[in-house]
């Protein structure tokens, strides 16, 4: 079965931190980019981060640059975001997703593998 399940979601007071975790299965996913997406309720799905599968390049929405970081360990088959500095826009259902093949980008399109997703929600 091929899957990713998404973990680390929770309640944080505004200016705090977490750490989301992305277990995937079923693919060689060193093969794959990998991506966070993020879904809040009235709102658009929107693009968080990803990284290649190299894990030598990264790439960032504008709103979380400098705040987030996305890394990958291939031999764990696993994904995580660290997320610093939490504001309440940031509350989500966070995804984790993998690419069709080689691709590298911001397009939710091109990602075919999704998660159940992971609660995220930061007060003030």
């Known amino acids: 079965q091929v899957h990713v399940v998404e973990s680390g979601g929770g309640l944080v007071q505004a200016g705090g931190s977490l750490r989301l975790s992305c277990a995937a299965s079923?693919?060689?996913?060193?093969?794959?980019?990998m991506a966070w997406f993020r879904h809040a309720p009235g709102k658009e799905r929107e693009f968080v981060a990803a990284i290649i599968w190299s894990g030598s390049v990264r790439m960032y929405a504008d709103s979380v640059k400098g705040r987030f970081a996305i890394s990958r360990d291939n031999a764990k088959n696993t994904v995580a975001l660290q997320m610093n500095s939490l504001q309440p826009e940031d509350t989500a259902v966070y995804y984790c997703?993998?690419?069709?093949?080689?691709?590298?980008?911001?397009?939710?399109?091109?990602?075919?593998?999704w998660g159940q997703g992971t609660q995220v929600t930061v007060s003030s």
């Open positions: 997703t993998a690419a069709k093949r080689y691709y590298y980008g911001r397009d939710s399109g091109e990602y075919d593998l």
């Open positions: 079923g693919r060689t996913f060193s093969d794959y980019t």
